[in-house]
């Protein structure tokens, strides 16, 4: 499997002289599997790059499109994904969904003409939509499990494994907190139920959903301090994804969903400060900071 992420932000694009080395563009991530066969994880702005690059190479696609939730930073790329208006290109589009608002909603909603010149039913790709919730499928031939994080909407955590080699992708995720999520409201009951059920800490199941995986992307939105005033907000800060990694027993970690707050260098010194703890407690994993372009091999 490879890697190589086209937008690395959380919660809107952020262009600009200081961001330029992570990246401005809202979560994207390409993941080609041992045949070439394409999964993207979220169509954020950064899935805007990736069809133009696709258009450029003169592929023929039929991809899948895996959605961590419907939140704008993860589908608001999706109406300018070039690709979707081919013929004969196919995108069969995973996510979440509730009673009252269907995945094809989610996603069609945005292109209500009010708000966009061009409708779902009139792109010229096939649009397919499999809405999940804690299953296993399987995708080109690899194995894709999903669950429930700690994220408003239904948000999904993807694990996907082929040939002995695995990936974790939680873009967005809280570290639970039993008193915390009684008084939250815009967190759906059966993720509650969830988590509430463990007699012992409640993110167990993140550990044990991520273990000894080769690679996981997790959601490093705020420092502790941040933190402490965004309890509620659906986002972790480093120090709990750095205890994810060391839990799970995963051999990599990339820090995702930067703040756009966050500069460039105020990245560099999260990762500094990441690296720094995970020596102090003798973690056994690598770390490093998702960035626009990155590639590497699973």
């Known amino acids: 499997m490879r890697l190589k992420f086209w937008g690395t932000r959380g919660s809107i694009s952020t262009p600009g002289k200081c961001t330029v080395r992570y990246g401005g563009n809202t979560a994207c991530t390409e993941l080609r599997l041992s045949k070439n066969e394409l999964i993207i994880l979220d169509a954020g702005t950064g899935i805007r790059n990736l069809g133009e690059t696709l258009i450029e190479n003169g592929e023929s696609i039929n991809a899948y499109v895996l959605i961590s939730h419907p939140h704008w930073d993860h589908i608001q790329g999706f109406p300018f994904f070039k690709p979707a208006f081919i013929s004969g290109n196919e995108l069969t589009v995973v996510g979440g969904e509730t009673e009252k608002v269907s995945l094809q909603k989610m996603i ?17 790709a096939k649009i397919n939509f499999r809405p999940v919730g804690e299953e296993e499928l399987s995708v080109f031939g690899a194995v894709v499990k999903t669950m429930y994080v700690n994220h408003p909407s239904f ?5 996907i494994s082929q040939h002995g080699k695995s990936l974790v992708y939680i873009s967005d995720n809280e570290p639970f907190d039993r008193r915390v999520v009684q008084a939250m409201r815009n967190v759906e009951k059966v993720v509650i139920d969830r988590y509430s059920h463990s007699k012992s800490d409640p993110n167990r199941c993140i550990f044990d959903f991520v273990r000894n995986a080769d690679v996981l992307i997790h959601d490093a939105t705020y420092t502790p301090e941040e933190y402490v005033d965004r309890v509620g907000w659906g986002h972790s800060h480093y120090l709990f994804t750095l205890k994810v990694a060391a839990e799970g027993k995963v051999k990599r970690l990339v820090l995702f969903h930067h703040d756009p707050a966050h500069d460039d260098d105020k990245v ?3 990762l500094k400060t990441c690296k720094k703890e995970i020596r102090n407690r003798q973690y056994k994993f690598d770390c490093i900071a998702a960035s626009e372009g990155l590639e590497f091999e699973i």
């Open 268 to 270: 560099d010194d999260i």
């Open 155 to 159: 948000a999904i955590g993807y694990r």
């Open 108 to 124: 069609s909603d945005q292109m209500n003409k009010v708000y966009f010149p061009i409708q779902l039913n009139e792109l010229k």
